[in-house]
């Protein structure tokens, strides 16, 4: 990163760099969210909800689940 803009970046509290961290992590999110699914990626999630279509009775895990697990944070 740019010697400069980090510089002016130490300058910032640090409640106001963690604001602007989720500003930019919101940001981020925004457009993974408009991007285009590639077909490699929509093939795979139409065989996975197939084989749930499949299995109804298939246990289901939420994202806290899988985390835990995982030993992960959200």
Known sequence: M???LMKELS???IEE???LID????????ELDAA???EEVGKLLDA??????RDPGQKK???KEIAER???RL
Do not use: G, Q
């Open 11 to 13: 300058k910032l509290t």
């Open 36 to 38: 285009p699914v590639s």
């Open 61 to 63: 895990y939420s994202l």
């Open 17 to 19: 760099r963690r604001a």
């Open 2 to 4: 740019n010697a400069m």
């Open 23 to 30: 500003d930019l992590w919101d940001s981020i999110e925004s």
């Open 70 to 72: 995982l030993n992960a």
């Open 48 to 53: 996975r909800m197939e084989a749930l279509d």
